[in-house]
């Protein structure tokens, strides 16, 4: 396609939740446009499996060129719903989209990061610290993630596992992926010195520290990784809302921030663990089995709470089923989905 001609063929979109139009080319997304243009609409994995970026087509007509949109369900498309994380439009559209404010106005950055700690947090999970440059910092809310670029144009997002307000330093948990080149790297071959581009803050996935709410939580395998920002954070504004925190893992041995879990519990003044294996050894007493399920079996009523999940896109997805089912509002369910994605394509990345 010619370049040029993607700025001649461009249609206007218009939010009706908000009365803001912007302009889409021919070769972008609904979401890369909006973002282009400083108009701030939730998305997450940007790979079409996780339906953070679903909302409402009032008219017009859209395609997807780049990736099926897996997450949209039968009943999503007969309501006319779109995944804007993966729609390119063919005419002017009208959507209705919820925008998200409180990010609007922290800058998307790419920094250099030295790699200066590796740890071993289990056998297949691995905790990276790096350091910015002097006088750099990442401004972003707890819960976002970055992605790492590669060689390639290939890019690679982990969720940041630390605070705000720890300045000079990112710290990220990479579970190994079989066939992953850069957790493979990870793992074999990546030395203390090294150096990474890093860019973000992405996502829409962050803590709500306005609200009243007491708060969910939910992690699967290194999903724990946002969480634990958010905890930190909510920590550190001196939030007393009560917390709860479930964390879905195979073995207990997967459970790798125990310590630092107590601490939680020592420096919040209602803060409670739920942890809940899927292959426990026999001599576990915990919870055991889903650990959507095991949330739902203490609090079968959502409706009053804030809650924040992220982990694998199968738990994801069937855990926000059956939370909408039990209360829980669109408004006040936040989630990430952690998913080994095909490469996003660069018109897609704001």
Not at 51 to 77: H, I, M, Q, T
Not at 218 to 233: H, I, Q, R, S
Request: proline share 8%.
């Amino acid at each position: 396609m010619n370049p040029a001609s993607n700025y001649k063929n461009t249609h206007t979109i218009t939010n009706a939740a908000s009365g803001k139009t912007f302009t889409a080319r021919a070769d972008e997304t609904v979401l890369a446009a909006a973002l282009r243009q400083g108009i701030m609409l939730p998305y997450s994995c940007r790979n079409g499996t996780c339906a953070s970026c679903k909302c409402a087509l009032v008219s017009g007509s859209v395609e997807y060129p780049f990736n099926p949109p897996a997450a949209l369900e039968e009943s999503d498309l007969a309501e006319g719903r779109i995944l804007a994380c993966q729609a390119v439009a063919t005419s002017d559209l009208e959507i209705e989209a919820t925008e998200i404010e409180q990010v609007a106005d922290i800058p998307v950055r790419v920094l250099p990061a030295r790699v200066e700690q590796i740890d071993e947090l289990t056998p297949d999970v691995r905790r990276l610290r790096l350091k910015l440059p002097k006088g750099k910092r990442m401004q972003f809310l707890a819960g976002q993630y970055m992605d790492i670029l590669l060689p390639g144009g290939k890019r690679r997002a982990f969720s940041i596992a630390s605070g705000p307000s720890q300045e000079d330093f990112i710290e990220l948990h990479v579970r190994f992926v079989e066939g992953g080149g850069f957790t493979g790297h990870v793992f074999d071959g990546m030395q203390p010195g090294e150096i990474l581009r890093l860019e973000g803050p992405l996502g829409m996935f962050f803590v709500r520290l306005g609200s009243p709410r007491p708060i969910l939580m939910m992690g699967g395998g290194t999903g724990f990784a946002p969480l634990k920002a958010m905890v930190e954070d909510l920590i550190h504004a001196g939030d007393d809302r009560p917390i709860t925190l479930y964390w879905g893992v195979r073995t207990e041995k997967d459970l790798y921030a125990r310590g630092l879990i107590d601490e939680f519990a020592e420096q919040h003044p209602d803060f409670r663990f739920v942890p809940v294996l899927s292959e426990p050894e026999p001599d576990w007493t915990g919870r055991t089995g889903f650990v959507h399920s095991a949330l739902l079996e203490d609090y079968p009523e959502l409706s009053a709470f804030e809650i924040y999940m992220s982990g694998p896109p199968a738990m994801v997805h069937a855990a926000r089923k059956e939370f909408l089912a039990h209360g829980g509002t669109e408004q006040h369910l936040h989630y990430d989905s952690f998913d080994f994605a095909p490469d996003v394509p660069p018109a897609d990345v704001p």
